[in-house]
């Protein structure tokens, strides 16, 4: 049903939910508000808006006139938080038209969201966000959980200890190398990464080719180039020793590739920190991890960002 809003927009919008109908119109309404070189393609929409592993997103739209004039979105996600298992959203693909912003639409379609979720039974809401919308999701609140975000120098490399790097290869039973390796000890929260997890992440997105690495039953390495900088996307080994090869296959790649720097987002405690030169330094994060729990006794652990597992394959960005 329609929610017709009055008072603050006029009679002229209205709230509804997303309907497959009207895919043209969300798609036309983000490409005309990105910059340039932003724009998106029909495969991407179409991966945004379908079912993710864990369920259907949930998506409200501002209409004027009968076009859409913003959107706002969440999509079911799993965190394992000590030994269970709790659903919740992650928010994403926020967008109002130029001309329309200033006017509240983001703040209204939000909370619609958060209504939304909480009628869904969703133990929590989390967003990777840019400045804009973290001004607005702290007016509903959120808190943000700081992310630690490393530049790794492109400097001298070990040959001998890289891995050999394949096109966006991501091959099965992932799982069970994310299994072996054992971070649920020291970060008793952390995201969901079973096999239709990694498929749907990365194999199955349209936006990007990932470059990896892969050593049965070893390690598992995700990169990906973003103008002149190399994303350390995302990481699983068995053991420790690998971090080695994973800092030395960077730089290489970064050498390879012409890029000017690495960038990774790791928890601050994790051991791969003991394996990072001294150039490695901390940068001011672009995006912002923000969170608001619903299930207050899950409260104590998720409030502390040092009991998350995150890196940069966790956001919807990269």
Not at 46 to 66: A, D, E, H, V
Not at 102 to 111: R, V
Not at 237 to 242: K, L, W
Not at 303 to 311: E, F, G, L, V
Request: charged share 25%; glycine share 4%.
């Amino acid at each position: 049903m329609n929610t017709v809003m009055e008072t603050e927009f006029g009679k002229e919008y209205s709230i509804i939910k997303y309907k497959p109908q009207l895919f043209s119109k969300v798609m036309k309404m983000f490409n005309d508000s990105a910059g340039k070189g932003y724009k998106k393609t029909t495969q991407y929409f179409r991966y945004n808006l379908s079912q993710t592993p864990y369920g259907k997103p949930i998506r409200f739209l501002m209409m004027q006139k009968g076009s859409v004039v913003g959107s706002h979105s969440s999509r079911p996600l799993l965190l394992k938080v000590k030994n269970r298992y709790y659903l919740g959203g992650l928010l994403y693909n926020t967008r109002t038209q130029h001309e329309h912003r200033k006017k509240g639409i983001f703040l209204t379609l939000a909370k619609k969201n958060f209504e939304e979720a909480k009628r869904k039974k969703y133990n929590f809401l989390l967003a990777f966000s840019n400045e804009n919308s973290k001004v607005g999701y702290e007016k509903l609140g959120m808190k943000e959980l700081p992310i630690n975000f490393i530049k790794i120098k492109k400097n001298n490399f070990i040959e001998e200890k890289t891995a050999k790097v394949l096109d966006h290869y991501f091959p099965r039973n992932l799982y069970r190398l994310y299994d072996k390796y054992k971070i649920g000890k020291n970060f008793p929260v952390r995201f969901q990464r079973d096999e239709k997890y990694f498929l749907w992440r990365y194999k199955k997105n349209p936006e990007y080719r990932y470059l990896t690495c892969y050593e049965k039953g070893e390690y598992f390495f995700v990169f990906k180039k973003y103008f002149d900088s190399l994303h350390i996307v995302d990481f699983l080994v068995s053991s420790t020793n690998h971090y080695n090869i994973l800092i030395n296959t960077a730089k290489k790649m970064a050498k390879d590739l012409s890029c000017n720097e690495i960038n990774m987002w790791i928890p601050k405690s994790h051991q791969i920190m003991n394996y990072l030169d001294k150039s490695s330094t901390n940068l001011k994060p672009q995006q912002f991890m923000q969170l608001i729990v619903f299930k207050k006794t899950l409260e104590p652990l998720m409030d502390d960002i040092k009991n998350w597992y995150y890196t940069m394959g966790d956001s919807n960005v990269f």
